[in-house]
T-cell receptor, first 110, second 113 residues
């Protein structure tokens, strides 16, 4: 069973719009969560980490974590064409094993 | 400098032949990882080194081997490539244990024919 599930598989938003990505984990031992972003031809790059319940905001990006429901989300406001990429949710406990979801393909249309 | 380098960028291999992929990092990170990425699938953790200790995932234990001759370098070795090994292989490093951010290389695309 895959430990990290993401939705939707793909998402299209207009430039300037809000993009919302979701992630649910199946392992209650997970304590640490990240969002990674991968542009074509590159490796994934960390966008945000979130380790505590609640919201974490970095510029146009806001992550929300609810450990009780094992749910983490990412919201991108004022989406730009350069935000078009594959977004991965990742989760870990404290033993170095970090697991990824299948990804959400975001397209921001000018 | 947060650079992880992987060589080669593209690799062609024949069924039944060995494959060796190389990764290096200059950040003095304690942990180095190898992930396998196939289209429309999650990056799959294959193994990782924490310092000099190798940890291999149970479901890929017999398929992949690795070595880390020093802190900066890590290799991924396939003894006998099969068609199912065709994938993108991503190397990553991190400073310490599970709560640290991963830094990825650009990957090596392996095609087995």
């Amino acid at each position: 069973q895959q430990k990290v599930q993401q939705s939707p598989e793909s998402l299209s938003v207009p430039e300037g719009g809000m993009a919302s990505l979701n992630c649910t984990s199946s392992d209650r031992n997970f304590q640490y969560f990240w969002w990674y972003r991968q542009h074509s031809g590159e490796g994934p790059k960390a966008l945000m980490s979130i380790f505590s319940d609640g919201d974490k905001k970095e510029g146009r990006f806001t992550a929300h974590l609810n450990k009780a429901s094992l749910h983490v989300s990412l919201h991108i406001r004022d989406s730009q064409p350069s935000d078009s990429a594959l977004y991965f949710c990742a989760a870990s406990n404290s033993n170095n094993r970090i697991f990824f979801g299948d990804g959400t393909q975001l397209v921001v249309k000018p | 400098d947060t650079t992880v380098k992987q060589n080669p960028r593209y690799k062609l291999a024949r069924v039944g032949k060995p494959v060796n992929l190389i990764c290096s990092q200059t950040m003095n990170h304690d942990t180095m990882y190898w992930y396998q990425k196939k289209p429309n699938q999650a990056p799959k953790l294959l193994l990782f080194y924490y310092d000099k200790i190798l940890n291999r995932e149970a479901d890929t234990f017999e398929k992949f081997q690795s070595s880390r001759p020093n802190n900066s370098f890590c290799s991924l070795y396939i003894g006998s490539a099969g068609l199912e090994y065709s994938a993108m292989y991503l190397c990553a490093s991190s400073r310490g244990r599970g709560q640290e951010t991963l830094y990825f290389g650009s990957g090596t695309r392996l095609t087995v024919l």
